[in-house]
Nanobody
Framework: VQLVESGGGLVQPGGSLRLSCGAS????????MRWYRQAPGKERELVAY????????NYADSVKGRFTISRDNTKNTVYLQMDNLKPEDTAVYYC????????????WGQGTQVTVSS
């Protein structure tokens, strides 16, 4: 299983970024996908998740109305569109999936840094 995030960077408050996570090594279309983030000195938190077919999504209260998670199962890619970014969105963003084969295991990407600052 491999997850590779991209799209992070430095953006001004109020700006937008789109993160991408390319997946390989498993049947992407069969699994929920999640975006987490971890700010310095804080625990990793769940930002959003999307069902295997893309018909169901859920968001942390802190990002509702500003972030949109989506996926393209033909490209094995999950996205996080982030609009109206705030300084408190600054964090390393991680892509995640959870696969159960005999036992349940979480898989993570390497993370991509998002910095919101003027």
């Amino acid at each position: 299983v491999q997850l590779v995030e991209s799209g992070g960077g430095l953006v001004q408050p109020g700006g937008s970024l789109r993160l991408s996570c390319g997946a390989s090594g498993f049947t992407f279309s069969s699994y929920f996908m999640r975006w987490y983030r971890q700010a310095p000195g804080k625990e990793r938190e769940l930002v959003a998740y999307i069902s295997s077919g893309g018909g169901s999504t859920n968001y942390a209260d802190s990002v509702k109305g500003r972030f949109t998670i989506s996926r393209d199962n033909t490209k094995n890619t999950v996205y996080l569109q982030m609009d109206n970014l705030k300084p408190e969105d600054t964090a390393v963003y991680y892509c995640n999936t959870r696969i159960t084969i005999v036992r349940t295991r979480d898989y993570w990407g390497q993370g991509t840094q998002v910095t919101v600052s003027s």
